[in-house]
């Protein structure tokens, strides 16, 4: 059972486009959404992250806009650059007892940015 | 280095065998967890400590596996008579209180397991 689902699964862009990663969850016992990068060899690092009352959130080139009844959220990256080639997962935070927060990711977007 | 550190960050072994990986969270955080990613998806939740306390394990964690966090630092994620299916990258994350969100993990670079 995907409870993150992601799409596209790979994507590439010349220097300075947009490229948009989309994300969907059926759970609404979710409450945060964050992005995290990932470059090859290294662990997954939190990238931006958003709370489920906002519908945008803008940390330097990187936007989550996050539609709440549609229950879907996407990652934005504005003027990309080859430096941001990565592969991007979405994720969900759920309360999961005590004071645990549990992750569930999705499967990641391979992003390539062309010079 | 304050990160998240793993050991060893490579493992080739035979089918049957067992591998041992260890993981030092950042030294404030005290909570731990281990995820799984295979190739092409998202790392996958295994289990998670607060302090030396194993509170969640997935059923994903078959009884071939098991973690402990003897004293609340590091810890330690075995896996006997590996299977080629343990093929995967195995991520430690810790996290403490007081992170931008719930839920906010800080990744290790992985240890990555090759089984024949």
């Known amino acids: 059972q995907q409870q993150v689902k992601q799409s596209p699964q790979s994507l590439i862009v010349q220097k300075g486009g947009i490229p948009i990663i989309n994300c969907a969850y059926e759970n609404t016992a979710f409450d945060y959404f964050p992005w995290y990068q990932q470059f090859p060899g290294k662990g997954p690092a939190l990238l931006i992250a958003?709370?489920?009352?906002?519908s945008e959130k803008k940390e330097g080139r990187f936007t989550i806009s996050f539609n709440k009844s549609a229950k879907q959220f996407s990652l934005h990256i504005m003027d990309s650059q080859p430096g941001d080639s990565a592969t991007y997962f979405c994720?969900?935070?759920?309360?999961?007892?005590?004071?645990?927060?549990?992750?569930?990711f999705g499967k990641g977007t391979l992003l390539t940015v062309n010079p | 280095d304050t990160g998240v550190s793993q050991d060893p960050r490579h493992k080739i072994t035979k089918r049957g065998q067992n591998v041992t990986f260890r993981c030092d969270p950042i030294s404030e955080h005290n909570r731990l967890y281990w995820y799984r990613q295979t190739l092409g998806q998202g790392p996958e939740f295994l289990t998670y400590?607060?302090?030396?306390?194993?509170?969640?394990k997935s059923r994903l964690l078959s009884d071939r596996f098991s973690a402990e966090r003897p004293k609340g630092s590091f810890s330690t994620l075995e896996i006997q008579r590996t299977e080629q299916g343990d093929s995967a990258m195995y991520l430690c994350?810790?996290?403490?209180?007081?992170?931008?969100?719930?839920?906010?993990?800080?990744f290790g670079e992985g240890s990555r397991l090759t089984v024949l």
């Open positions: 958003i709370r489920p009352d906002v």
């Open positions: 994350a810790s996290s403490s209180p007081g992170q931008t969100f719930p839920g906010e993990l800080f």
């Open positions: 994720a969900a935070s759920q309360y999961s007892g005590g004071s645990n927060y549990k992750l569930t």
């Open positions: 400590f607060q302090n030396e306390a194993q509170l969640e």
